[in-house]
DNA sequence: TTGTAGGCGTTATCAA
DNA sequence: TTGATAACGCCTACAA
């Protein structure tokens, strides 16, 4: 159909040589006269010669893409992931597809499906929970890494924060500052939402505090959803005077709450979650985070990726990096607050 | 390679049938015999076969993938694009190849060979302005859709933001409010920062306010080259009063520069730029922007481009969309400031 | 060292 | 209505 489209045949009349020897010359690994190597680059030269991917693809049965499929690219956490994947993968001469699930299993095998029909090279997904009892019976069949959740019982490359702990950190945080009444909203999509919730929780146990089922939250990370949420626990009858979130559409959603409210951070409520994002430092006060490094997560990801798909029957790695917890004013403690 | 790999060979061998009638079933186009399409069907279901779609893709010299090239999907603007752009790829069937540019010519020859080699459907890119004069002459055969910048001389679809009436409204804004010393950041990269200057300019004019040269900059779309940018401004003998940014970056930038030389907004400095992000309602005072509507901009170059695919000699278009002008705390009036 | 030829998995043409 | 068969563009035994 492409006007421009010249194929190896072409460039081989017009060297004087078989199509074999264009190949030859283009892979640059046999031997070739070097008159004739000279000659098949000319006409390259001179017809604009570039190879098909596509049916270097089904030739080879392997190809330079990859897939990354995430929840939504403008969660920050994923926008991050994503640049970075794709920074490691151009460098590899690699590039990435980009998928969108939602949260959404049925989204999820579709893409998966896609993937496989596709032939891609690999895949970083970052799956739901409902899809992961299905992932080993799913016709994945190509290199796969998930990021930022985990996989019970799936023998798979994996890169994950440090979960449980960081949210033990993020709450021992609070409670030393003072506060006791923590509410805190979880993801209910993924295991990290899960495994964030039992760092949370074995900080308030460590510390002799009871858990308040009313404080607990599970939800769609999204900001709507985290709005109307924060808002309903903000008039509790006790309401909390500090709240953990657990990622940052969350932690939007709940400062906008707070804002709404007209409550003021930390003097009323403190407000603590997880990510950096361009606003925890532009707000006031700036909020205390985990900062999860989303470039190496990214990084890593990509990297265990090529490595298996270099050497499929590598051992697979789990490999947990950890959270920073960057302490900033939301957070004050309560002895310093006004009186 | 693939253990599950199962060709159409091999359901018409399961069916009892020949590829072209397996063929023919799964396009559903075709007569075919019910009996016979019930075993091709059955045979399908039976072996789990899916059309591979690298070997149809080079038989039928298209591909249901489409590029989408921006400098940073890590800037709201396209992060938010790209995800408009996906939905509506996923709605049609396509799926979307991501790339980043850092605004770099040299990345954007490179990825434009990239989905020639590769055999997209279409392209959705938004380019430089140094690639812009060899546009014409890029070995791009493919359809192509521009967005957020404008590529004269170059008879191509395009969507584009009133970019001048745009910051027109903005400053003619900030100069009814009483702001006289407006200092303005613009990106150096784009056609967006040029036009987004030339409503500046014209709305100074038009209120017969003096062009001060060294209130006007442009700079790497970049967070620290803001901060930088906007400090030393901050620092001239006769600083301005009011500071207008051509994108969120550099926003960011320059709001990190007023908490640096510890201004109050807008007391001290108004505050106003383009693009809306989740922070912009989040800081205090909220920052007064022009809104873009990056779904709808997304959307319709996807559309568009689509609609090329369908039909390649289509006449091209320019789409121009209408920013929004959102009034809030950090460009209050003069008159209301207290004294 | 070079060329011929077959096949990757599809779809489309042409006979039957 | 169905089935051989020939491409799509590339790579790679194998033969020369």
Redesign the interface.
Known sequence: ?????VSIKEVAEEAGVSTATVSRVLSSSDHVRPELRQRVMEAVEKL?Y??????R??RS???N?IG?IVS???N?FF??I??AV??SA?KQGF??????TDEDPE?EKIYL??M????VAGVIFSPTRQIMSDLASL?F??PMVIVDRSVPDVDVDTVLLDNVESAYRLTSHLISNGFRRIGALFGETSTTGIQRQRGYEEALKAHGIPLVPEYIKHLQPR?EASYKIATSMLQLPHAPDALLTSNSLIM?GA??AL?ACNLSIPEDIALVGFDE???T????PAITIIAQPTDEIGKTAADLLFQRIAIPTRPTRQIILKGQLMVRGSSTPLHLKAM
């Open positions: 159909m492409r006007s421009g489209m604009q570039r190879p098909n991917l596509v049916a693809s089904l049965q392997q190809s893409t990354l939504d690219i403008r920050p926008t991050s994503s640049r794709e920074d151009y590039s990435v597809l980009l998928c969108n989204k499906q896609l496989r029909d596709t032939n016709p069949d190509f900001v939007e400062l906008q804002r994002t361009p606003w430092l532009l707000v006031q």
